[in-house]
Structure formats: structure tokens, C-alpha cells
């Protein structure tokens, strides 16, 4: 399984763009990247999933280069309630013995 | 609308007591999974399942059982082996995100177990 790197915690104020930066140098043909989003005592909740290049939704853009070795999770104008953690995971989501592995994330705080 | 239902969502359990907690899914997934957070720290797998009546240890197994008789239900029984059972409680299914159209995991609302 592929292990992912990012920066424990970010600041930021409404209305700014965030960029949260995953690393994972040795991601598989296979893998896919997905992001989630987690609020106190809550479950995850998935906010964005890629492979190549870009995705973006209604929420937020994933930004992957050409070698995959990392990917940006794009938050627009963020506000007071996207503050949260932030998990990057990456594996083959069509592999039934595949298990999310989490670290502990980012944890955005957004003032007002 | 399909998801998944943790209950409770607190559960109080006194020393020596076997405690379970209910993970129930719509979402017609096979795989389903159980994690505990710790504050401030990532998700552990304790166990998870593939299909119906099969499940496998997952990192921190010790003191937890479950069972997985119907595909909806993945039931988690903490039990009296487990020395520290204080902790928020996940539990996951793997399959189509409800409205998302993308292959991954769907979360419970999680129950948090507290020993008194």
C-alpha cells in the first residue's frame, strides 16, 4: 500500500484558496487518489477522487502531475466550515482485500 | 437514501462488560470495516469483512469480535480483553459512493464508547 506525506496542520482565513499537498512517491499502476473530509466526532466523508491530471466537483479540484508521486487538494474560498482534517489515501479501489489506511491527516483551521 | 447507521451513538460500559455496537448499511456493499480513533490521531482497522460470513484481523484486533451473518449488518462486540476500549468507533463499507458516482468508502456517523 502505498504510503502518503502531508503536512499536519494549515491556517488560513474566509475566502482564501487552501492547497493541501499529499506526497506518495510510490504509488501503483492501479491506484487511485482520494481525499476525505472529517469534523469532530464525525465519520469521514469523501470529498474528491482522481487519477490523472485534474478533477474538479463542486467542492473542491484534485491536481495530479504527470508522475502521480503527489496531488493538491484545491478548497476555494474557504470558510469557517471547512475547518476540519483532511485525509489523503491512495490505493486500487477495485481490490477487495484493499484497506484504507489512514494517517493522521491535515487539520485546516480556517479563522474568520 | 442509502448510508450507514451506527447505534448508539454514546455507549457507557463498566469494567469486565462485553459491549456491542450496531453497523447496519443500504448501500448493497460486500466489504464493510470497523475502526477506532483515538483523539487526535488516524483511524486503526480493527476488523473488516469481504462478503458474508468472512472477516479478517485488521491491525488491532485484540479484544474486539464481530460477526457478518447478513451483508447489511457487521455487528462489533468489544469485550472485556480489550484494556483500553475508550474511543470513537468507525465503521466503513466499500463500494459506489451514494450520489458521487466514484469507487471507494462510506462512513457511519461512528459510536463513542466510554468506560466508567
Known amino acids: 500500500l502505498a504510503k502518503t506525506t502531508q503536512p499536519i496542520s494549515m491556517d488560513s482565513y474566509e475566502g482564501q484558496e487552501v492547497n493541501i499537498t499529499c506526497s506518495h512517491n510510490?504509488?501503483?499502476?492501479?491506484?487511485?487518489i482520494t481525499w476525505y473530509q472529517q469534523f469532530p466526532s464525525q465519520g469521514p466523508r469523501f470529498i474528491i477522487q482522481?487519477?490523472?491530471t485534474k478533477v474538479t466537483n463542486e467542492v473542491a479540484s484534485l491536481f495530479i502531475p504527470a508522475d502521480r508521486k503527489s496531488s493538491t487538494l484545491s478548497l476555494p474560498r474557504v470558510s469557517l466550515s471547512d475547518t476540519a482534517v483532511y485525509y489523503c489515501?491512495?490505493?486500487?479501489?477495485?481490490?477487495?482485500?484493499?484497506?484504507?489506511?489512514f494517517g493522521s491527516g491535515t487539520r485546516l483551521l480556517v479563522r474568520p | 437514501d442509502g448510508g450507514i447507521t451506527q447505534s448508539p451513538k454514546y455507549l457507557f460500559r463498566k469494567e469486565g462488560q462485553n459491549v456491542t455496537l450496531s453497523c447496519e448499511q443500504n448501500l448493497n456493499h460486500d466489504a464493510m470495516y470497523w475502526y477506532r480513533q483515538d483523539p487526535g490521531q488516524g483511524l486503526r482497522l480493527i476488523y473488516y469483512?469481504?462478503?458474508?460470513?468472512?472477516?479478517q484481523k485488521g491491525d488491532i484486533a485484540e479484544g474486539y469480535s464481530v460477526s457478518r451473518e447478513k451483508k447489511e449488518s457487521f455487528p462489533l462486540t468489544v469485550t472485556s480483553a480489550q484494556k483500553n476500549p475508550t474511543a470513537f468507533y468507525l465503521c466503513a463499507s466499500r463500494g459506489e459512493i451514494p450520489g458521487q458516482g466514484n469507487y471507494g468508502y462510506t462512513f457511519g456517523s461512528g459510536t463513542r464508547l466510554t468506560v466508567v
Open positions: 469483512s469481504q462478503i458474508v460470513n468472512d472477516f
Open positions: 510510490n504509488i501503483a499502476t492501479n491506484d487511485y
Open positions: 489515501l491512495v490505493g486500487d479501489r477495485m481490490d477487495s482485500s484493499y484497506k484504507l489506511i
Open positions: 482522481g487519477y490523472k
